[in-house]
């Protein structure tokens, strides 16, 4: 729906309008128009109450949510969703002003520049080990334990800007730029604590990004689920796809918002996650 300038301004200026069923059909008409009308939200807050400023950022949170929402539909629909696509998703759900575009071509040049420390005929046990050294020791990529329940750590923008992040995000960062080199390693979902595996010579082995890619092998791990309260199970450590490692990012970025009273962005996000899943939306009974 295309309105002028001028129709746009005065349709953002009835959000201060205290009759609900006013506010109801305004809410309406600028869903319709869509991100478009977000410089104008943004534009009116200067000059605006707080009570009024809730209201537009809760109107531009709802239109972005539903932006990223349509982009997600599509996304989930696919028999093996794209993990980098949907990574980058939810870093735009993180901080929705962050455009995403220039990170591909950095994750493309980490990838060449990190290619010069593995020999062609290296194991696969040497490639992921160089690989790891390469992001963790050299780029200096590593556990935010300061911050941990700071949102920026579930997107992996903001973990590529301030090397800082927590184990299932560092091993997307990982997981993607073997994916450029051809190291055939996956995401392995361990309660309380992602890792990355592979196998050599018919083992499994696994490597921990939260703590600079340290090398463990099934009986260390074994350990680490019993410190950290669970009972080992074969599952635990079999290979998981993107719609699971997509989830369990979102997941964790779910409790944050539960953590911090984020009430709006909890319910909002609970929706994705519920699409990743499934591949179809929360109030789609098909």
């Known amino acids: 729906m295309k309105l002028s300038d001028c129709a746009l301004r005065s349709l953002v200026t009835l959000l201060d309008d205290e009759d ?67 990574a980058l998703l939810i870093s735009r759900w993180v901080r929705p002003l962050q455009g995403p575009d220039v990170y591909r071509p950095w994750l493309d040049r980490i990838a060449a520049n990190a290619a010069e420390d593995i020999p062609e005929d290296a194991t696969v046990t040497e490639a992921a080990t160089r690989l790891a050294f390469y992001l963790y020791q050299r780029l200096g990529f590593g556990e935010n334990e300061v911050n941990y329940y700071d949102p920026d750590n579930s997107s992996l923008t903001r973990v590529i800007d301030t090397r800082r992040g927590i184990p299932v995000t560092l091993s997307v960062l990982y997981l993607l730029v073997a994916k450029r080199l051809q190291i055939p390693v996956y995401g392995v979902g361990t309660p309380g604590h992602f890792l990355i595996g592979f196998r050599d010579d018919g083992d499994a082995r696994f490597l921990d990004s939260f703590r600079q890619g340290r090398r463990l092998g099934l009986p260390e791990v074994k350990r680490m689920l ?48 519920e699409l990743i899943l499934t591949g179809r939306p929360a109030n789609d009974a098909s």
Do not use: W
């Open 20 to 86: 609900s069923c006013s506010l109801d059909l305004v809410r309406r008409r600028l869903l319709d128009v869509g991100t478009d009308a977000i410089p104008y939200l943004e534009a009116a807050r200067v000059s605006s109450t707080p009570e009024h400023a809730e209201r537009l950022d809760d109107m531009a949170d709802e239109l972005r949510h539903r932006e990223i929402a349509a982009e997600f539909t599509i996304l989930a629909s696919q028999k093996v969703p794209d993990l980098e696509s949907g």
């Open 226 to 273: 019993v410190r950290n309260g669970y009972e080992f199970r074969p599952e635990y450590v079999r290979p998981c796809g993107p719609r699971e490692i997509l989830a369990r990012m979102m997941r964790n970025l779910l409790s944050v918002y539960q953590k911090n009273g984020s009430a709006a962005r909890a319910e909002r996000l609970s929706e994705l996650v």
